[in-house]
């Protein structure tokens, strides 16, 4: 097991306002689960506690990663550890370029993975590669990170980000959301091409499209801080036939 | 009328006037005019106060309560100047105490054709147009440390540079003081050809760690039709001292004109530039990064006039803050009616490390023609914790996190100066000081 998520119960910090209600969650090294909800269900939530956000307080449950507990862990040492989040809105850090800030994160990777560091120009070939493997612009290194981008090329930023870093477990924040048909394509084409029998992923979407690009092993219906509903991708085909109207009256509070 | 004074600050005005009257090197002539108009100015405003608009963030409380003195003759500095001196070929030119030092100095008689640099002491008594050389008193004399400039000046140097000539090497000057409770009245004057370049680095350090001291700056540069002037400028007096420096820069026709302020030093600090931009075509790029902590202030400010068409000016002021620091910016663009098709961009932005630190900052325009393109922004604000978080989530740790940050914010206007030594210099340079505040340790 790679990630098991028990009962975990959270709220936000600052209005202790309950958003997680007790949620489980398995995932196996290589699969793709996919994870589905109407708004406010605990969707974004849930991939912020897994990547240690501090606006969120853990009150209850545990989530074990690679046989460790990873709520004890900082924000940098998930990172470390193999934990890979795909933000929802990928942020803008005026001055530091692209490359300055992946050479430090990839060196942080390999400093836990017992590896030597990379120099500069290790590390310019080693970009070089993922950036030829996923199809991108030649000049994305030299950019500040993010600033004077598009949305679709912030996400596609945070999945070249993914491939340099080869986490374990990658779990995507409404990735999809705002990306026209191209962007949407060359995000999951990048993320088909970094699938593997060992690297799982947690896609948390709103709507089933990105799933007829990436097609999930398990879709999780999260509703109300708890995942009330899973099966295989023909869940997500029958929420995409019906939405979630069905699911919300079957579970919603008395 | 003369203003009501605290009796420390009275003190204060009544010591200079009297160290003004020691100098006694101006019997009659153009000099002693300059010398009298300063005495008279400075007699009347002496020394502003918080009710004075343009002071009222930058106290002088404490600098009254010294009483500087000018020195002649310095400890032995020149063990010291090799830490002082940049890594890079440069033309060396060394003060201490406020007085040239031929001995430090490389030799001005070795310059390229056209080029004529001397100290200002020579140029006051051996210039015999001094009428030309103080031409532009009015302006200075409008300014309290204009004025008490003109009235201490003793040194400095004096650039001429006549038309379509390169100086190839920066010229390095290097001031050092030595001595607390010393004060160093500097006049540089600074007259580029047509079609001439130079580039000047001027750079201010205290060899004593304590005790307080003071530098009071007036520099004049005249930037000649197509000609290009670059100018880097770096405080770094000990944490005690005082710094003030007033720049007056014309520019003709189809100039550049290119200025950095970097300020980490000195107990109270401030620059202005009074930039006035006569004819058409001008560039300009007027830059600052400061840093300040503990209970240190600094001030950085301008004042720009598009006065003819198709200007072009940009400029960009940070502050990093920490402890109990002040920073102040104040920014004036003005645009003559004249000045059709001006395009101005002014911004200030600023980065609070304490829960007590305060930054005060006010851009402004004012602005008599109708085609015009001018902007003006200020921001003040902590690190950002999403994008400490974002570089976080990549498995950097926080404080790794928050200097990368803090250190990309101070040095954005470092990229303006094109000479890719002196960039990595001064990013050294501010990266030491960054190391001195309270960011985490990585």
């Known amino acids: ?254 | 009328m003369a203003k009501k004074l605290s009796p420390v600050a009275q003190k204060a005005r009544d010591f200079y006037l009297h160290e003004a009257g020691k100098l006694g090197d101006a019997s009659s002539g153009v000099l002693k005019q300059v010398r009298d108009q300063a005495q008279e100015a400075f007699a009347e405003q002496a020394f502003p106060t918080a009710k004075d608009e343009d002071w009222q963030y930058t106290k002088l409380t404490g600098f009254v309560q010294n009483h500087f003195a000018a020195v002649q003759t310095s400890e032995e500095v020149a063990g010291k100047i090799n830490a002082y001196m940049p890594s890079f070929p440069v033309i060396k030119l060394v003060f201490v105490d406020g007085n040239f030092s031929e001995s430090l100095s490389d030799d001005l008689n070795e310059l390229p054709d056209g080029i004529s640099l001397e100290s200002f002491a020579d140029t006051l008594s051996m210039n015999n147009e001094l009428d030309k050389v103080f031409a532009g008193q009015d302006k200075i004399l409008a300014e309290p440390f204009g004025s008490l400039n003109s009235m201490l000046m003793r040194d400095g140097f004096c650039l001429q540079v006549s038309a379509n000539k390169a100086l190839e090497l920066p010229l390095y000057v290097l001031h050092v003081q030595t001595k607390a409770g010393s004060i160093s009245s500097l006049r540089n004057r600074v007259v580029v050809g047509e079609n001439s370049e130079i580039t000047l680095v001027e750079r201010y350090v205290s060899a004593h760690e304590e005790g307080a001291a003071c530098s009071n700056i007036v520099t004049e540069i005249d930037v000649a039709k197509h000609a290009r002037v670059k100018q880097v400028i770096v405080q770094q007096q000990n944490d005690s001292s005082y710094y003030f420096n007033n720049q007056f820069i014309s520019q003709a026709d189809s100039s550049n004109f290119n200025t950095f302020f970097a300020s980490t030093g000195s107990d109270t600090s401030r620059h202005q530039n009074h930039l006035y931009m006569n004819g058409e075509h001008i560039e300009n790029t007027q830059n600052s990064a400061c840093i300040a902590r503990q209970s240190q202030t600094v001030d950085s400010r301008s004042y720009t006039e598009h006065n003819d068409e198709h200007g072009f000016s940009r400029q960009l002021h940070k502050f990093v803050l920490d402890d109990k620091a002040v920073g102040v910016f104040n920014g004036m663009i003005r645009v003559d009616q004249k000045a059709q098709k001006t395009d101005g961009q002014m911004d200030n932005k600023n980065l609070i490390l304490s829960n007590t630190a305060k930054m005060d900052a006010k851009p402004q325009l004012e602005i008599y023609a109708d085609d015009v393109l001018c902007s003006h922004g200020s921001a003040t604000g902590q690190i950002d914790e999403n994008q400490i978080f974002y570089l976080q989530a990549r498995g950097i740790n926080k404080a790794a996190a928050m200097q990368m940050i803090t250190k990309a914010f101070l040095l954005e206007p470092v990229e303006d100066i094109n000479n890719a030594d002196i960039r990595k210099w001064i990013t050294d340079q501010l990266e030491v000081a960054l190391a001195k505040t309270h960011l985490p340790k990585a």
């Open chain 1, 1 to 254: 097991m790679l990630l098991n998520v028990q009962n975990l119960q959270a709220q936000v910090e600052e209005t202790e306002k309950q958003i997680l209600k007790g949620l489980n969650l398995e995932v196996k090294p290589g699969e793709v689960h996919a994870i589905m909800g109407p708004n406010g269900a605990g969707k974004s939530t849930l991939a912020s506690v897994l990547a240690g956000r501090e606006d969120y307080e853990v009150t209850d449950g545990s989530v074990d990663f690679d046989g460790e507990d990873l709520l004890d862990m900082d924000p940098e040492e998930r990172a470390r550890k193999g934990l890979f989040l795909a933000f929802q809105y990928p942020v803008e850090i005026p001055g530091v370029s692209n490359k300055l800030f992946m050479q430090t994160a990839v060196n942080a990777m390999r400093e836990e993975r017992g590896l030597p560091e990379l120099d500069m120009f290790d590390f310019d070939e080693y970009a070089k590669e993922k950036i030829e493997l996923l199809d991108m612009r030649a000049d994305l290194l030299e950019r500040s990170v993010n600033v004077g981008f598009s949305g679709g090329e912030k996400k596609r930023n945070d999945i070249f980000q993914m491939a340099l870093l080869e986490p374990k477990l990658c779990i995507m924040d409404e990735t999809d959301s705002g990306l026209d048909i191209d962007a949407l394509r060359l995000v999951a084409n990048g993320v088909n091409t970094l699938k593997n029998d060992q690297r799982s992923f947690i896609i948390v979407t709103h709507y089933q499209r990105l799933l007829d690009y990436i097609k999930p092993d398990h879709v999780h219906v999260l509703y109300n801080g708890r995942i009330v509903k899973s099966g295989g991708f023909e869940l997500a085909l029958e929420l995409e036939e019906n939405g979630y109207d069905e699911i919300i009256k079957q579970h919603q509070d008395a």
